[in-house]
């Protein structure tokens, strides 16, 4: 059967001071109003990172609007990560304020492939981190209709005590990238945000009072942290959909640059769509 094919429109739009925020729109020209989903990356992840692309063009030829974008301070503007001065004050705070301004964005219609959207309709997919930036954000906007998670985390303080006792000593403290080789820097002010909106970052609350269909999606061969989370989660809130794929790893096997999907990912994929589809039908 021959794939059909997929439109994509570029945009970007600042969002503060020196910041912006870039993005795609991929969605089938066949003239009808789909249902939309927003795709979060996680910390460390970008827009175009490996399954991404992917993922996005394979969501617009199952009949969604496929929207991909780079949160304003991910560290990334053209080369991945050629911004860690931004990447070194990316909040939880910040992000959430980019999701309020792209779902404006969307809600509106300015945003390119617009006639092609049914605002009526979106739901958030989020991997890593940008699963709990989506459960955290559907919490407080009631026009997100359904939220996925891959291998999303339980708890917003993802830093261990080394990295804590470095920022609480020099106001400065550094990750490395084992990918690029990159010393990535984070600064206390990230810290300081987690600590001061401790009940709006609840997790497990949030999602325990989401009301919204939410499916959750675990691989059993993520990291132990995370896959301990998952557990949190579905014991916080039973009533949403949990899924273990076994097998799978923090990324489903797949790897940047991208070389092809995986059965994990092709997994993850299937299970997602049919959500969606019955979510937002």
Known sequence: ???????????????????????????????????????????KGFKDWGFF?????????????????NFSCNGVNRVDFDELDKFAINTYSREQADLAALFARVTSGR????SHFDPERIALLGHSRGGGNSILFAAGCPGVRAVVTWNGIADVDIFDETTKAALARDG??????????????????????IRQN?????????????????????????????????????????????RVIEGADHTFGAVHPFAGPTPHLEEALRLTAGFLRRALA
């Open 198 to 242: 401790r009940a709006r970052f609840d997790i497990p609350r949030k999602l325990a009072a989401l009301t919204i269909p939410v499916l959750l999606i675990q691989g059993d061969r993520d990291h132990p942290r995370l896959v301990e989370g998952f557990r949190t989660l579905q014991a916080a809130a039973p009533h949403h959909t949990f």
């Open 172 to 193: 400065i403290a550094y990750i490395r990238n084992a990918r690029t080789g990159q010393l990535m820097p984070i600064r206390s002010v990230v810290l300081d945000d």
């Open 53 to 69: 692309p992917y993922v996005g063009e394979e969501l617009a030829r199952c009949g969604f609007v496929a929207i991909t974008f």
């Open 1 to 43: 059967m021959t794939k059909r094919a997929v439109t994509q429109a570029p945009f970007a739009f600042a969002v503060g001071d020196n910041l912006t925020l870039r993005g795609e729109v991929r969605a089938v020209d066949d003239g009808q109003r789909k249902p939309i989903v927003i795709l979060c990356h996680g910390f």
């Open 111 to 114: 945003l390119p492939l617009a």
